[in-house]
């Protein structure tokens, strides 16, 4: 979310025009964004190539020139070789994916070592005063420059950040949320680890991807109820964890009895025999057993329903499930042999 915020906030200060840092003093023509595109970074992916944020063309000295900057909120994370001119020319490499976006360029064009974009705050300052290493800055103070980043620009209007202000009331502290990024990212972290314990808590126990919109009202009412018995943001945090604890172990338990018993030998075999008498190359064994999971998963579903937590009587609804599930252990390998030949049916006479 911050990350995404920050390519936004980059490009528009890209946007604005003349461009100066310490390598070279750039006119700006045009700004070309490609972190919008999910098809470029799936295509440098597959060529092991780390696409830039963006892509710039001006000129330098009067020379028509090319450089790659990146968005890089946490510095620490920035490479020199991803906004490098060897990756920038490889990219362009890549064929009309990239070039039919980035349109005409000069036929006469320098490409240049591009840099980062950084939020010029108290952590990265220092981590710019670190030595460089691993789990450090790798880059050179000269590769990144850093931009003017107000808490209210950078978090405004993220969800959550009403909930950062609660836990942040509690700490008292004499600098205001609001005053410092810093600070600012600190809570927000903790509002988000808030709403992924709501998450933990709400989460259907058998319906797991039936995840519920967020609810923050809902969240913001927990929040303040909570808020009454804690003297602190971070025991705030805790005790929301301990609430969701409950439900994630109510969670495991019935992960564990509602675990389809498949034989992983057994299975194998079923799969490469029904392979060879189709004449065709067999499915993965992870293929077919996620497919006979899903089957399970949706009869115990119909049976039981979601089971929305918290369940008071949850140990007569684990026994419940725990006898229905061995009432249909005769089923499984009827239906285990269905699924492998609707798969291996389905497949072409050469290959899977």
Not at 59 to 77: I, N, R
Not at 103 to 117: C, T
Not at 143 to 169: F, T
Not at 239 to 255: F, G, M
Request: charged residues 25%; contains cysteine; negative net charge.
């Amino acid at each position: 979310m911050i990350g995404d915020r920050w390519a936004e906030i980059c490009s528009d200060v890209l946007a604005e025009g003349t461009f100066t840092i310490e390598r070279y003093p750039m006119q700006i023509e045009r700004v070309i964004r490609l972190d919008d595109i999910p098809e470029i970074a799936a295509a440098a992916s597959r060529r092991k190539l780390q696409n830039p944020d963006f892509l710039l063309l001006g000129t330098v000295d009067g020379v028509a020139s090319l450089a790659a900057v990146d968005a890089k909120f946490s510095v620490e994370t920035a490479r020199s070789k991803q906004v490098s001119a060897e990756v920038t020319t490889e990219l362009l490499a890549v064929g009309p994916l990239v070039t039919d976006h980035v349109g005409a360029l000069p036929e006469s064009m320098e490409v240049l070592d591009g840099f980062f974009l950084s939020p010029d705050y108290s952590l990265s300052h220092y981590l710019m005063r670190q030595k460089r290493g691993n789990h450090r800055v790798m880059i050179l103070p000269e590769e990144v420059m850093l931009l003017r980043a107000d808490p209210a620009e950078v978090l405004g209007g993220l969800e959550g950040i009403e909930l950062a202000d609660i836990i942040a009331g509690l700490d008292h502290l004499p600098v205001r949320r609001s005053e410092s990024l810093l600070l600012s990212l600190y809570y927000f972290r903790l509002a988000r680890a808030c709403i992924g314990c709501w998450i933990d808590q709400t989460r259907p126990l058998l319906g797991q991807k039936q995840t519920r919109p967020i609810d923050l009202d809902a969240i913001l009412a927990e929040a303040r109820e909570l808020a009454r018995d804690v003297v602190s943001g971070w025991e705030l945090v805790l005790r929301w964890d301990d609430r969701a604890e409950a439900v994630r172990r109510q969670r495991l338990a019935i992960d564990h009895v509602a675990a389809v018993p498949i034989n992983g030998p057994e299975l194998r075999k079923q799969i490469e025999d029904a392979a060879l008498a189709a004449g065709v190359e067999p499915p993965s064994v992870n293929s077919v057993r996620r497919r006979i999971g899903a089957w399970y998963r949706q009869v115990l579903l119909d049976e039981f329903g979601p089971l929305d937590p918290p369940l008071p009587n949850f140990g007569d609804v684990l026994n419940d499930i725990g006898t229905f599930t061995r009432s249909l252990r005769n089923d499984i390998p009827a239906r285990s042999q269905e699924i492998i030949l609707d798969m291996v049916t389905a497949a072409p006479r050469d290959t899977f």
